[in-house]
């Protein structure tokens, strides 16, 4: 048997791609050529013929063109793998790069190729994993954040003891937390990793405390090595601030334990946000999602944060299910409601509604942490 | 005279950001309010008014609240530089992190605080460094690109020479140029510097050839050291699908070349177009910024590609001007429409357009370059 080219193996695979492009009828079949050409020889296509391998292999294809439930059409194109598969960067640049400048095209969803999941394999801890790290199982995680930014090491860290005391299995860092004069990071790390060993010391009740990673790329590799040293179990970072590649790279070379991933400057850039904060994010690695709920600060409609959730946790090749982390303006009082609607593999966020507490913290998060406690029990034994 | 910690004297400072809120008239106050304390202490203004340091220098004020003249209104807000300025990731974050999740907020603009201004010192060559470098005055930069992907190096070297032998000043990879096994990184940029060094040796044109970075942070790294150790003038990234921090910290610790930057992913990241392509790319480093031009392949409006290019170039502070490089679409018959558009300080990117040329290719290119001087003679001619 004859050897072929890699390429042409590769070439075979197709990244299918599914668009929402905001077109009157007779015009949206010549819009989405001039999609699928941004999206993969960007020439005219009189160029692209001049080359046998462009022409057969590059050119990518309209696969389906119809009505979109929700106005406009879906357009399906057939994209080369060749392209996307060269690195996480190109995978974007091929799903979406040029094409997110038209203010008429969203981003829908993509089908994975195998190639493809074999550059990005998915959280390497996912559910599964954060659970046997916390020992925790049959009900969600419980989760809060230590805000504002403003306060010292020493305010952090009683915040973080008194979250630990009241029961809580995740603390972390709000995303405002840097390398401040009046936190710096390497204190602030030990402090809030000494609060929480303190109290498992003490009671036996293990809380993950998760610091925020900022700044360029050298910073946040300095900043992954130290927590880990310094005993940290978790990290977070916010990969449309810093870039989606360098999650990957952190997840892949410079992390052995759980990222969290959080959704600031995600803002609208024309993908469903299931797909870039479920699908994208879990296949960049992120083990567990925090994105806006619904009927909190922010307007995410109920249906939207459904779908997030799913597709962090939904089967999809080989990858491992991440948390969905519903967060934003979320109350100890809701906890049941959210329990009934994203189900036990879930970390519920709340954050402000505990720290407001005026009376004591620990008791307020012990409510919290009891009432989803009782919630996933209702929920176990409903039919 | 008592000497004051270092964090009180920064938050005398403020960073001035405007928003675009679309809200009716009576809610835009409690909205503006909203997007007030998302960008500060996330949490509700009892837990803050708990601490002095965050009541007195971390909650920051709504300025101004008007009628905004295309519709909604125009908040001006004041933010603590303190938190902005601790690392490039965490001044978009304070700028717009979180609110660019809420979909009736955009960002319009931002004021430089001195203290953002010595973290961000913006373009290290600017025009007047590249200009110097190619020896050009008084005419816009000719720009074109080596596409489409899927070329073999040869191909693309071909590409190189022809272009340059026309007298194009600047040939850059497409975007979608990386590790591809059909055109290796190095090979390619081996390649493409010895056409356009053999182009030099026999004509006494020099062209800069802009090889594209793409990938995780460390392949950047790595791409940008062997680029420039190969002789490379200048590489280009795509700052939204790399991140941000990563340009700031590849033109302050790894390039001692101009950086072109690229608006693939940029999308609707419901930031003002001028504001991000224009301030945001310039402020972080970039010495010329490709955006999609009126009239081509994309929707832009004219008065938006004008207001992205004064951006770049407009005096603020201490900060170089960068290039505007309009392209996307754009064909050699429209340089004279360009250069009188756009001014003299302006580099003409026409990639298909020269590429499609079915005669000679060097033939094409120096028609472009004619156009290009001989409208820029009429400019400067012009009352």
Redesign the interface.
């Known amino acids: 048997m004859k050897l072929r080219?890699?390429?042409l193996i590769v070439a075979m695979e197709r990244l299918k791609a599914t668009y929402r492009i905001l077109a009157p009828a007779d015009e949206v079949r010549a819009r989405t050529e001039?999609v699928l050409l941004?999206q993969?020889?960007?020439?005219?296509v009189?160029?692209?013929n001049r080359?046998p391998?462009?022409r057969e292999?590059?050119m990518g294809s309209v696969l389906e063109l119809t009505e979109h439930p929700r106005g406009g059409f879906r357009a399906v194109l057939s994209l080369?793998v060749?392209?996307a598969s060269?690195?996480?960067?190109?995978f974007?640049?091929?799903l979406?790069?040029?094409s997110?400048?038209?203010?008429?095209v969203e981003l829908e969803d993509f089908e994975l190729p195998a190639r493809i999941a074999s550059m990005l394999p998915g959280p390497r801890f996912g559910i599964a994993g954060m659970r046997a790290r916390l020992g925790v199982t049959g009900r969600p995680l419980t989760c809060s954040a230590l805000?504002?930014?403003?306060?010292?090491t020493e305010?952090l860290a009683g915040l973080c003891a008194g979250l630990a005391a009241g029961g809580i299995d995740v603390i972390k860092d709000?995303?405002?937390l840097?390398?401040?004069?009046?936190s710096p990071f390497e204190e602030r790390v030990r402090a809030c990793l000494d609060a929480v060993a303190e109290v498992y010391a003490r009671t036996g009740h293990r809380t993950l405390y998760v610091p925020n990673l900022?700044?360029?790329?050298?910073?946040?590799?300095r900043q992954a090595e130290h927590a880990q040293q310094q005993g940290a179990e978790a990290v977070m970072i916010?990969p449309m601030?810093?870039?989606?590649?360098?999650l990957?790279?952190l997840v892949r070379?410079r992390l052995e334990v759980p990222l969290l991933a959080h959704?600031?400057?995600?803002?609208?850039?024309?993908?469903r946000p299931a797909t870039l904060l479920g699908r994208l994010f879990r296949l960049f690695g992120a083990d567990a999602v925090i994105f806006?709920n619904y009927g909190g600060?922010?307007?995410?409609p109920k249906e939207v944060c459904g779908e997030i959730a799913e597709a962090l946790r939904a089967p999809w090749r080989d990858l491992a299910p991440a948390f969905p982390v519903p967060a934003?303006g979320m109350t100890v009082e809701r906890a049941p409601e959210l329990v009934e609607y994203f189900g036990l593999d879930t970390m519920l966020l709340i954050?402000?509604s505990l720290?407001?507490a005026t009376d004591d913290l620990s008791d307020r998060t012990r409510a919290f942490v009891e009432s989803v406690s009782r919630a996933a029990a209702a929920f176990g034994a409903a039919p």
């Open positions: 080219p890699d390429y001039a941004e993969t020889i960007e020439t005219p009189s160029v692209g080359y391998f462009v292999q590059m080369p060749v392209t060269i690195d996480p960067a190109q974007l640049n091929v979406f790069g040029n997110s400048l038209h203010d008429n805000k504002p930014v403003g306060l010292t305010e709000d995303h405002y840097a390398d401040h004069p009046f900022s700044g360029t790329p050298d910073q946040v590799f916010a601030l810093l870039g989606m590649p360098l990957h790279e070379s959704p600031s400057f995600a803002g609208n850039l024309r993908i806006a600060r922010f307007a995410y934003g954050g402000g720290l407001e």
